[in-house]
């Protein structure tokens, strides 16, 4: 386009009007011809293409960035910035322009096209441009506006879109990671991170990036969504920027921030529930199994244990998972959900991990604590209730017991009852049939009392569990001692409550013959027993501990006891002493 250059190019220049509009145009151009056809008095506006979105006009003292084709009545061309490849960047209504330039300009919108005919007077008048534009030339322009700014202008920031938790927003000498696409003013695009597959990664407020930028990320949330225009002083000025960017452009970024931590945050905690009754808080050297989602800052979810049905196990402050993780899982209550912020450098820094994490990435857990335990930790016992009447004896190793139980985990799930079946439970305290956290808990008791145990898995079923029983697993048991009864000792299936007969084969063999069978044997014991002489076994079979003891006896197994097969297993333990000797 050509400038207002010296007098000898240039007709006297006018006092710029207001804005001329179409309706002004039909008046003050066509319509104010003479009918003789005089010339026109002002510049002729058509607006034939009008954006919808008109943020803002062009007004006196901006500036702007347009292309243009120019002709004269005849349509011949006499000059074409698309010829230069180059669009006009100039400050509009001072003159550096030809006045019906500056006039037809005014009021314009980004992507608006206008047609102008700017009369002679109002362009190079009676003296022309020499060799280019013959004296009194009536001129007509199609020009397209593509960029509209002025020095008064600051970063201009639309929120598009804000999550509802923001747990942050971007400050200065924040790290933030986030995707955009970058427009001129006019929709031309020019760059964006989604092409090149990964996030852009960057400090705020210390040069890295263009001051409008810096700016135009501040207080940001992760997860939201802005659109950002920059005037070009606060992007890439008078130079622009390689092929993409021209001189003095104002772009305009959509972005989407990822999200943000700085160098010197720590682990962040919230707790999200915490049940009644925390006692104990988990400390290094624990070993807990939890639940956890875990996202990025964008609530884009990474994993999470639920998903694979199982729980994370592992020891806490024992560098067996990621920094951060380490510390926020400490001081958690058993059942306690909390919610976990870990900054990259607690977490796995620049590189990332895998193709889920990417590099400098801010990781949420979302936690539910299920249980933990040390492996020096006893089994807890409370004492739910006890019977009102004096307990002068308690349950001990070796006693037969009933009881019954309900046993779950620590988050309630159950696992257990001997209330499903018709009877209590059944064992010989300490002969190792059932687990030794329970034998424990079950020592000690009154027949009516009710205990509640916690039992750590070292002391249960260890780390691989048991069917319906997950590995690691602290168990919770509600216990309620039936009865009990005074065991044997170990080895005897029958004692005697005082010294046995001295004719003791003779009074097992009733028929006299020499011979004791398995039905005299049986007779013979099961009168002690009715007689109060002596007690079988607790908690088996009378008839199969009986059996059992015929067996003992019958030293060769030709179905008979003689006096000589006959002995107590006093007297057998005495003779194996004396053979050890």
């Excluded at 109002?122 to 020095?151: H, Q, R």
């Excluded at 995707?179 to 705020?204: C, V």
């Excluded at 065991?487 to 299936?493: E, S």
């Excluded at 009074?507 to 007690?535: C, H, T, W, Y």
Aim: hydrophobic share 35%.
């Amino acid at each position: 386009m050509f400038l207002v250059g010296s007098s000898s190019h240039t007709l006297h220049r006018l006092r710029i009007l207001p804005l001329l509009l179409l309706l002004q145009t039909l008046e003050r151009g066509l319509g104010r011809a003479s009918p003789a056809g005089a010339p026109l008095e002002d510049v002729v506006i058509e607006r034939y293409h009008i954006p919808r979105a008109c943020p803002r006009e062009v007004q006196m003292g901006d500036f702007v960035r347009y292309h243009y084709n120019g002709t004269f009545e005849d349509g011949k061309k006499f000059d074409s910035s698309y010829d230069r490849s180059t669009l006009v960047a100039i400050v509009v209504g001072v003159g550096r322009l030809i006045t019906g330039m500056d006039r037809g300009l005014m009021g314009m919108c980004v992507n608006e096209r206008r047609r102008l005919i700017v009369p002679p007077h109002l362009g190079y008048g009676s003296i022309g441009v020499a060799g280019l534009i013959p004296p009194d030339a009536t001129l007509y322009f199609d020009v397209i506006l593509l960029d509209v700014w002025n020095k008064a202008d600051t970063v201009q920031s639309t929120i598009l879109l804000r999550p509802p938790y923001c747990p942050r927003m971007v400050q200065n000498s924040d790290f933030v990671r986030y995707h955009y696409n970058g427009t001129l003013l006019d929709g031309t695009a020019f760059d964006n991170s989604y092409s090149r597959g990964g996030t852009y990664d960057t400090y705020i407020g210390s040069g890295w990036l263009i001051k409008g930028m810096d700016q135009g990320l501040l207080g940001m949330c992760p997860g939201e969504k802005r659109k950002i225009i920059i005037p070009p002083f606060l992007a890439y000025g008078e130079k622009g920027y390689g092929t993409v960017i021209p001189p003095q452009a104002s772009l305009v970024f959509y972005v989407l921030l990822l999200d943000v931590h700085n160098p010197k945050d720590t682990v962040q905690l919230e707790t999200l529930e915490l049940p009644r009754g925390c006692v104990r808080r988990a400390v290094a050297g624990d070993f807990m199994r939890y639940h956890y989602n875990g996202s990025l800052m964008d609530g884009t979810l990474f994993d999470s244990s639920y998903s694979r049905n199982h729980t994370y196990n592992t020891y806490v402050g024992q560098g067996y998972i990621i920094p951060g993780m380490d510390q926020g899982l400490q001081g958690a209550c058993i059942g306690e959900r909390r919610r976990i912020t870990v900054p990259p450098h607690l977490a796995y820094g620049e590189n990332g991990t895998g193709d889920k994490i990417p590099g400098s990435a801010v990781l949420i857990f979302n936690v539910h604590v299920i249980d933990f335990h040390n492996p020096a930790d006893p089994v807890e016992i409370k004492t739910l209730s006890r019977p009102p009447e004096n307990c002068n004896e308690t349950s001990k190793i070796g006693d037969f017991i009933r009881y019954h139980y309900n046993c779950s985990l620590l988050d309630g799930t159950r696992l257990f009852s001997s209330h499903d079946y018709e009877a209590p439970q059944e064992i010989t305290l300490g002969a190792n049939k059932v687990i030794e956290g329970l034998d424990r808990g079950l020592q000690g008791m009154c027949v009516g009392e009710r205990r509640q145990l916690i039992v750590p898995p070292h002391l249960a079923h260890g780390e691989n569990g048991a069917r319906g029983v997950p590995g690691s697993a602290v168990l919770l048991f509600e216990v309620e001692l039936v009865s009990r009864e005074d065991g044997l000792p170990t080895g005897y299936l029958f004692v005697w409550y005082q010294d046995p007969s001295t004719s003791l084969f003779e009074d097992m063999d009733l028929n006299k013959d020499g011979e004791v069978s398995p039905e005299e044997f049986s007779s013979f014991i099961k009168a002690q027993v009715n007689e109060g002489k002596g007690r079988l076994m607790p908690g088996q079979d009378p008839d199969k501990t009986i059996s059992d003891m015929f067996q003992n006896q019958d030293r060769n197994q030709d179905g008979k006891i003689t006096a000589e097969e006959l002995k107590l297993k006093s007297d057998e333990d005495q003779e194996r002493v004396h053979e050890e000797l």
